[in-house]
Nanobody, 122 residues
Framework: VQLEESGRGLVQPGASLKLSCVFSGINFNAYTIAWFRQAPGKEREGVSC????????YYAASVAGRVDISKDNAKNAVYRHMDSLKPEDTGVYYC????????????????WGQGIPVTVSS
């Protein structure tokens, strides 16, 4: 299983941003893809996830209403669209994959991308 994140790294406050996670080696009937964020000096936190077989979604309270997760099974991709970005959204964003699990518990995710740094600054 491999995952790779991509997207713009520097955005202005109030802007929107779409991150992509392209993966391989995953069984669509068994996996959940999650996005985690690690802000500078803080622990990594799970913020959103999507179950690949039926599209069930989870959003942490800290991002609900500003984040939209979607998937494209044909492209082996999951997307994270964020609106109204704030400086506190700055951090490294990771996508990760877990088999037979749905949720934001980091320890359940076995496969990780390398992470993509995002800076929200004017």
């Amino acid at each position: 299983v491999q995952l790779e994140e991509s997207g713009r790294g520097l955005v202005q406050p109030g802007a929107s941003l779409k991150l992509s996670c392209v993966f391989s080696g995953i069984n669509f009937n068994a996996y959940t893809i999650a996005w985690f964020r690690q802000a500078p000096g803080k622990e990594r936190e799970g913020v959103s996830c999507i179950r690949l077989n039926d599209g069930t979604l989870y959003y942490a309270a800290s991002v609900a209403g500003r984040v939209d997760i979607s998937k494209d099974n044909a492209k082996n991709a999951v997307y994270r669209h964020m609106d109204s970005l704030k400086p506190e959204d700055t951090g490294v964003y990771y996508c990760a994959a877990a088999e037979n699990y749905f949720g934001a518990d980091e320890s359940a995710y076995e496969y990780w991308g390398q992470g993509i740094p995002v800076t929200v600054s004017s």
